[in-house]
Nanobody, 120 residues
């Protein structure tokens, strides 16, 4: 009932930038949390950044000062601007959206994942 479509991943050199996007669609009544996670080979999925409102955001220590999460509530899109990328940022990035369906139930959905590779 909720679909998430991610875009923006790719190959970038160290020090470069990428912007990820995740658009939510479906029978959504409201969204209260949008976030980005990542999973590198052989590692557990970890939180990168999340936002629950205009001014409420949190970031993993490893990305503070380099990544910025933002959202367009009207379009139901969450962005992740990634600057000063490092090889250790290489991972599959997943968006996660939590909210309420028009039917009244809560939902939590994951995107399909987009590969980010930082390499020279």
């Amino acid at each position: 009932q909720v679909q998430l479509v991610e875009s923006g991943g790719g190959l970038v050199q160290p020090g470069g930038s990428l912007r990820l996007s995740c658009a939510a669609s479906g029978s959504i009544s409201s969204i209260y949390r949008m976030g980005w996670y990542r999973q590198a080979p052989g590692k557990q999925r970890e939180l990168v950044a999340a936002t629950t409102g205009v001014s409420s955001t949190n970031y993993a220590d490893s990305v503070k000062g380099r990544f910025t999460i933002s959202r367009d509530n009207a379009k139901k899109i969450v962005y992740l601007q990634m600057n000063s990328l490092k090889p250790e940022d290489t991972a599959v990035y997943y968006c996660n959206v939590q909210g309420t369906l028009r039917a009244g139930r809560d939902f939590g959905s994951w995107g399909q994942g987009t590969q980010v590779t930082v390499s020279s």
